[in-house]
Structures are given as C-alpha cells and as structure tokens.
C-alpha cells in the first residue's frame, strides 16, 4: 500500500505574511487523515510548521502518521524551509522525571524522525487560598529605574536560548525583540502583566514576570539573581506566581521551560506543575 499526501485546498497566503496548505493523507487515494503545513508567523519562510497531523483510527500503528510526516518534510523542502516544526501533546499517565509525562505517540513518532524537544509547556491547577512566603521574603512592584536593566537583559537571555537551541542568531534576535514588543508594548505598565521584584530581608534577590490576560495565568520570566541562587528564592518567585495569580481570578498557571534546564523542571515539578506540550524541532537537509 502506497501513503501519499494529496492537496486539499490551494497553496494559502495568509494575514500574517505566512503560507500554508492543507492535505488529505491517502493510502491507494483512500482518505485516511490529514496534515496541515506552514511558514512559521515570526522566523518566516526558512521556517515551516507541521501545524496538525490527524491519522483516522482505524489506520494509525501501521506507519501512516510517518510516512505523512516524512511528506511534510518534503513539502517545506521544496518551499526552501530550512527548518521544520512540531507541536505536540505530552500524552500518558501519569508523570516521569522531572514532571515530564510519559512519551505518547505523536512525541514518539516526531522522536523517532530525528526532532528535538527545544521547549515544553507546563501547567500547574491553582486553589484558593494565597501561598505564604517564606519568613523574610515579600514581593513589591517593579520600579521604573528597574524595569530598563531588567528588559535588556531578559531579551538577551530569551534570545541566547534560543540560539542554544538550534535557531540562527540573527533569527533568535528578532524573535526576542517581536515577543517583547507585542508583550509588552507599554513596558512596565502594559496590561495584565505584573512586574515584581522578590526582596529578602530587604534585599532584592529576584524578578518575576506574570500575565493574568488570558485565561490562564502565565509565567513569562522568573530568574534569582545570579548571587543569590541556591538558597530557595527560586521557589518563592514561583509561590509569589501563584499568589498573584489567585488574587487575579485564576485557577491555572503555566509557564514555558527549555530543554536541558533540568534545575528549574525540577523546581517546577517538585511544585506541582506538569508538562502537557512539546515543541519540536527538526533540521531539513
């Protein structure tokens, strides 16, 4: 039996500046899922995105969703895409290290053809009642005089991940800096986002970087400073997370964390938080 991608729809030129084109996976011209595929909204055209891939049950465990993915890869060859992405869900029961649930199909299928987990997403549910501080320890706004500093060099940081992690410099850099902007258009008084500084026993020890405008609450930037690491502030930035977060009305928190920063997936594990999605990536020859 033949697998091969079929076009259902013509080639898309969409709002954003990207492409994309839906096809019907066929065996023998027999429908038997589909895939969606992209240019990527921010690192443009040298980037695609499988942006779903959907196997009808009756034809899944027999290499249909490979073989698709295979063609997908094609495809973005062909659309001169030097990159290929994926999401996909972090499926099973259960949790393993770290927090990281067991691998499910679609990460074991976009494993197996050679991508890398570059970032995951975690979630954590939220009660009701606030989470104490440690004794010494208290949140207070971002100041002005602060937030300059604080920018610059959580851009940089956001960009040098990025890099680290298979994205082109120059890539990395206008990722950072569209991010930022759409962020945080107002700096430090951009709605729904809350800037703090973590003090223990007067001294600022941490930053902390939160949106309650969706939703969900999310953690978009949490770092202890460099010289005060190792001594839990860490885990009362992410308390002081979700204090704000419950005061905001939310009941659910998450937050995103690169592949290989195995202190902070275990801080965050170690709280309660779990991994529900990958982003994968893949180099095209």
């Known amino acids: 039996?033949?697998?091969?991608?079929?076009?259902?729809?013509?080639?898309?030129?969409?709002?954003?500046?990207?492409?994309?084109?839906?096809?019907?996976?066929?065996?023998?011209?027999r429908p038997v899922g589909r895939?969606?595929?992209?240019?990527?909204?921010?690192?443009?055209d040298a980037v695609a995105r499988i942006m779903s891939l959907w196997i009808e049950e009756p034809d899944r465990r027999r290499g249909r969703g490979t073989v698709?993915?295979?063609?997908?890869?094609?495809?973005?060859?062909?659309?001169?895409?030097?990159?290929?992405?994926?999401?996909?869900?972090?499926?099973?029961?259960?949790?393993?290290?770290?927090?990281?649930?067991?691998a499910g199909p679609a990460l074991r299928l976009t494993t197996a053809l050679g991508y890398v987990v570059?970032?995951?997403?975690?979630?954590?549910?939220?009660?009701?009642?606030?989470?104490?501080?440690?004794?010494?320890?208290?949140?207070?706004?971002m100041t002005d005089a602060e937030y300059g500093p604080w920018s610059a060099t959580s851009e940089a940081e956001y960009a040098r991940s990025w890099t680290e992690?298979?994205?082109?410099?120059?890539?990395?850099?206008?990722?950072?800096?569209?991010?930022?902007?759409?962020?945080?258009p107002d700096g430090r008084d951009s709605e729904s986002m809350i800037l703090s500084v973590l003090e223990h026993e007067g001294t600022p020890v941490g930053t902390l970087w939160l949106s309650v405008r969706a939703e969900q609450a999310f953690v978009?930037?949490?770092?202890?400073?460099?010289?005060?690491?190792?001594?839990?502030?860490?885990?009362?930035?992410?308390?002081?997370?979700?204090?704000?977060?419950?005061s905001a009305g939310k009941r659910v928190i998450g937050l995103n964390v690169f592949a290989g920063n195995t202190p902070a997936e275990r801080l965050y594990a170690s709280l309660g938080y779990g991994t529900t999605q990958y982003t994968m990536y893949k180099h095209l020859l």
């Open 1 to 29: 039996m033949t697998t091969t991608l079929r076009p259902a729809e013509p080639l898309q030129q969409n709002p954003d500046g990207t492409r994309s084109r839906r096809y019907q996976v066929c065996v023998n011209s």
């Open 35 to 44: 895939v969606h595929i992209g240019t990527h909204p921010v690192f443009g």
């Open 68 to 102: 698709a993915a295979l063609a997908a890869e094609e495809i973005a060859c062909g659309w001169g895409c030097r990159r290929i992405e994926a999401r996909v869900p972090a499926e099973g029961e259960g949790t393993g290290t770290a927090g990281a649930a067991p």
């Open 118 to 141: 570059r970032n995951c997403t975690m979630e954590k549910a939220l009660g009701d009642a606030l989470p104490a501080l440690p004794e010494g320890s208290r949140g207070r706004p």
């Open 165 to 184: 992690r298979g994205v082109p410099e120059a890539e990395a850099r206008v990722k950072a800096a569209k991010d930022r902007a759409a962020l945080l």
């Open 220 to 246: 978009f930037d949490v770092e202890a400073d460099a010289a005060y690491r190792g001594r839990g502030h860490g885990r009362s930035l992410m308390l002081l997370a979700e204090a704000q977060a419950i």
